[in-house]
């Protein structure tokens, strides 16, 4: 069974920065995409950054210039660097991984738990 465990959330003030990070663990042979997602309280789900397994990346245009995605795939894990925060930026901040091949699945998508940005002003 694939799980994503995620780090590096946190308290913040604005203009600060943090770095989350988030492994696959499992028997895993690809994933295509890893990716962060955030939530706030009452409002959707939404996509921060993605970035392929051959480094392609794609950002939401809130966070554009200000937040950085990278990834080791050797080492199953995406991070997200997070500089010049705003109080906006708080959220709940998910990892994704998209279309991972694994010894239990072909394709599957997982997430993880989850964690909590807040960023005060």
């Known amino acids: 069974q694939v799980q994503l465990v995620e780090s590096g959330g946190g308290l913040v003030q604005a203009g600060g920065s943090l770095r989350l990070s988030c492994t696959a663990s499992?028997?895993?042979?690809?994933?295509?995409?890893m990716g962060w997602y955030r939530q706030a309280p009452g409002k959707q789900r939404e996509l921060v950054a993605v970035?392929?397994?051959?480094?392609?990346?794609n950002y939401a245009d809130s966070v554009k210039g200000r937040f950085i995605i990278s990834r080791d795939n050797a080492k199953n894990t995406v991070y997200l660097q997070m500089n010049s925060l705003k109080p906006e930026d708080t959220s709940y901040y998910y990892c994704?991984?998209?279309?991972?091949?694994?010894?239990?699945?072909?394709?599957?998508?997982?997430w993880g738990q989850g964690t909590q940005v807040t960023v005060s002003s």
């Open positions: 994704n991984a998209d279309r991972v091949h694994s010894s239990g699945c072909y394709y599957c998508d997982y």
């Open positions: 499992g028997t895993i042979f690809s994933i295509n995409a």
């Open positions: 970035i392929t397994s051959g480094g392609r990346t």
